[in-house]
């Protein structure tokens, strides 16, 4: 079993930067592929990021391409989401995930382990 605990979330206006973090315990986070998700009021959960087991392979979401940032300390289990050049869109809760698996990343079903959010707030 693996808990996970996020925070790091806020209000702030668009163009402005946030670093989620997302705490485990239970085990280490080494043997887990590590994603955030985030959900807008009144829609579906949608992928935002993913980090390999070991760090060296990282996927985004074409809609936060080139402004987040996800990463990973193994030895403190903790993962990261740096989030800069915020946009109204990106306005929503975000929550991070812990995979068993292999192949696809980003897809809700792939993880096994799930935090209970942070909201992210981007005005314009």
């Known amino acids: 079993q693996v808990q996970l605990v996020e925070s790091g979330g806020g209000s702030v206006q668009a163009g402005g930067s946030l670093r989620l973090s997302c705490v485990t315990s239970g085990r280490t986070i080494s043997n887990y592929r590590m994603g955030w998700f985030r959900q807008a009021p009144g829609k579906e959960r949608e992928f935002a990021a993913a980090i390999s087991r070991s760090g060296s392979n990282t996927y985004y979401a074409d809609s936060v391409k080139g402004r987040f940032t996800i990463s990973r300390d193994n030895a403190k289990n903790t993962v990261y989401l740096q989030m800069n050049s915020l946009k109204p869109e990106d306005t929503a809760v975000y929550y991070c995930?812990?995979?068993?698996?292999?192949?696809?990343?980003?897809?809700?079903?792939?993880?096994?382990?799930w935090g209970q959010g942070t909201q992210v707030t981007v005005s314009s």
């Open positions: 995930a812990a995979g068993q698996g292999y192949g696809i990343y980003f897809s809700t079903q792939a993880y096994n382990y």
